[in-house]
Nanobody
Framework: QVQFVESGGGLVQPGGSLRLACAAS????????MGWYRQAPGKQRELVAA???????NYADSVKGRFTISRDNAKKTVDLQMNSLTYEDTAVYHC?????????????WGQGTQVTVSS
């Protein structure tokens, strides 16, 4: 079983920034592709950003140039730096290990961390 704990969400004004953190329990974390996903009310969960064990990244078109994903294999953490936030970024954010097609492998999603962009 892999455990994930997300943190760093909050209320921010448009144009503001937040940094999300994901802490994982897996002993083989360094071999995982990791992703950040988000889900707004009434909408499907979508990929925001992902990073492979080798450091290659993949971003949703809507966040390219604004968000940056990074990982620290020693600490078993994955961060998401979010800049220039817009109302459309409002969602619950989760992290998960991912397969080769960037799909999340997580089954139980838990609470995640809420990001609310509001003026």
């Amino acid at each position: 079983q892999v455990q994930f704990v997300e943190s760093g969400g909050g209320l921010v004004q448009p144009g503001g920034s937040l940094r999300l953190a994901c802490a994982a329990s897996a002993s083989i974390f360094r071999f995982y592709t990791m992703g950040w996903y988000r889900q707004a009310p009434g909408k499907q969960r979508e990929l925001v950003a992902a990073i492979t064990s080798g450091g290659s990244t993949n971003y949703a078109d809507s966040v390219k140039g604004r968000f940056t994903i990074s990982r620290d294999n020693a600490k078993k953490t994955v961060d998401l730096q979010m800049n220039s936030l817009t109302y459309e970024d409002t969602a619950v954010y989760h992290c998960s290990d991912a397969d080769s097609a960037w799909r999340p492998r997580r089954v139980y999603w838990g609470q995640g961390t809420q990001v609310t962009v509001s003026s």
